[in-house]
């Protein structure tokens, strides 16, 4: 079972590199804080950028996941924003697409090693980031023109609801009730994305809203749990393959434990088209980021030949751009924050 450990290398680490990893860390739950989940979207890339496999990225990432969840969903219980229910329920399935995930992860390692893998993970960034940064973007301009107002109109939702398919499920904290076998694909998706590029909550929480019909507040709240749920099965996977890096994982986990209250302040004070605005606008950048890394590792499995400069300018440029989204993200964040501090004292 440990085959797939063999060609994977933990990289050195240096004062670089620590502090470089403790910003992404800072700025990835800066981000997490203030959009409720889905700033490991920054911290898979960080990685990979800095030469982390991609499979030891996702699993050290999930890794610091599951303890960040934990606190998280417990503050926000505390505040009734969480569903236990609906958050224990679609943990359990998204268990299952994690380790469908993880299968297809491995699989991938062992017959094209640690440049498939890496040019399969950053495909998979670039596609969902740009559907899903697109799709947002859009939502927090339609919010933006109405003056923050309109709630999301979730037609799809209510029409599955509608839908009497056995066994229907109530969530009481949600207020929902809704078929079972809406709930699983939803699930599943969530839980092999996360296994994928670490980043669940990008299905989660938007399939919560979109297709279940879970307020956002609930939606982010509840997300966490699933997150928690998936986090540690999928971590112990993972460690049981070799690919948890600890020492990642320790310093992120103590980066983003600083950012994640400050997001979570920053919330409170700014408006929600603008939490949809700096959640798009990274993706999209990251997005960008990720694609441009993509010809060093088509080169090394040889389906390409870019010259050398060629593939180093690109991926400089790439962590380059991974750098200026990072701070673009933080800026706003910081930024709208003490504004709105300024507004209240001046108030």
């Not at 099965?233 to 400050?262: C, E, K, P």
Request: glycine share 12%; charged share 10%.
């Amino acid at each position: 079972m440990h085959g797939a450990g063999e060609m994977i290398t933990f990289i050195d680490l240096n004062v670089y590199s620590v502090i470089f990893l403790f910003l992404v860390g800072f700025i990835g739950g800066l981000v997490s804080g203030f959009i409720g989940s889905g700033g490991a979207f920054v911290l898979t890339p960080g990685m990979m950028s800095l030469g982390v496999p991609g499979p030891v990225a996702v699993a050290s990432n999930m890794c610091h996941k599951f303890p960040k969840a934990l606190v998280g969903s417990i503050k926000r219980y505390r505040y009734g924003q969480v569903d236990i229910k609906l958050g224990v329920i679609m943990g359990l399935f998204a268990e299952i697409g994690v380790q469908l995930g993880i299968k297809v992860q491995t699989t991938i390692l062992e017959r094209w090693g640690q440049a498939g893998s890496n040019l399969y993970v950053s495909l998979a960034f670039v596609v969902v980031l740009l559907t899903v940064g697109s799709f947002v973007m859009r939502d927090a301009m339609r919010l933006a023109r109405n003056g923050g107002a309109g709630g999301s109109s979730n037609r799809l939702a209510q029409r599955l609801q509608a839908i009497e398919l056995w066994p229907m499920i109530t969530f009481k904290r949600a207020g929902v009730r809704i078929s079972m076998w809406f709930l699983i694909p939803v699930a599943l998706a969530t839980g092999m994305l996360a296994a994928t590029i670490a980043v669940g909550g990008f299905i989660g929480v938007p399939g919560l809203m979109y297709v279940i019909g879970v307020t956002s507040i609930v939606a982010s709240a509840s997300e966490l749990v699933i997150a928690f749920v998936m986090g540690l099965g999928g971590t112990l996977i993972w460690a049981y393959y070799g690919m948890v890096d600890i020492r990642l994982t320790l310093i992120i986990l103590g980066g983003s434990l600083f950012g994640v209250q400050l997001g979570a302040i920053g919330t409170t004070y700014v408006k929600e088209y603008m939490i949809k605005m700096v959640m798009a606008i990274i993706m999209l950048i990251v997005a960008v980021s990720r694609f441009l890394a993509m010809p060093k590792y088509l080169n090394k499995l040889s389906l390409t030949n870019f010259a050398d400069t060629t593939v180093s300018l690109l991926s400089q440029t790439s962590f380059g751009i991974m750098v200026v989204a990072l701070l673009i993200g933080a800026g706003i964040i910081l930024a709208s924050m003490f504004k709105a501090r300024r507004l209240e004292s001046g108030a």
